[in-house]
Nanobody
Framework: QVELVESGGGLVQAGGSLRLSCAAS????????MGWFRRAEGKEREFVAA????????YYADSVKDRFTISRDNAKNTVYLQMNSLKPEDTAVYYC???????????????????WGQGTQVTVSS
């Protein structure tokens, strides 16, 4: 079992930055490939970014590429999402997710993630 707790959300003006954190605890700790997803009001959940267990491989949605950066600190069992040049359309609840430890690769497929955090709200004002 892995527990995930997101933090770092808030209200920011367009063009600003936020850094989200996802702290993982439990048996597997840092041994999970991780992802960030988001759900805007009235919309389906969508993929944002993913990182492999080692951190060597990352994937991004086209809508955030070159603006967002996913990273991890395995010593702290924490994954980060640095969000720059934020736009109003980035407004959503952001969720951290973890694959089970047997799978080290990152993926954009939300059905491949077994553990989910409660989410953190990001609001970007125009």
């Amino acid at each position: 079992q892995v527990e995930l707790v997101e933090s770092g959300g808030g209200l920011v003006q367009a063009g600003g930055s936020l850094r989200l954190s996802c702290a993982a605890s439990g048996r597997t700790g840092s041994r999970n490939a991780m992802g960030w997803f988001r759900r805007a009001e009235g919309k389906e959940r969508e993929f944002v970014a993913a990182i492999s267990r080692s951190g060597a491989t990352t994937y991004y949605a086209d809508s955030v590429k070159d603006r967002f950066t996913i990273s991890r600190d395995n010593a702290k069992n924490t994954v980060y999402l640095q969000m720059n040049s934020l736009k109003p359309e980035d407004t959503a609840v952001y969720y951290c997710a973890a694959r089970i430890s047997q799978f080290s690769l990152a993926t954009m497929d939300s059905t491949q993630y077994s553990y989910w955090g409660q989410g953190t709200q990001v609001t970007v004002s125009s």
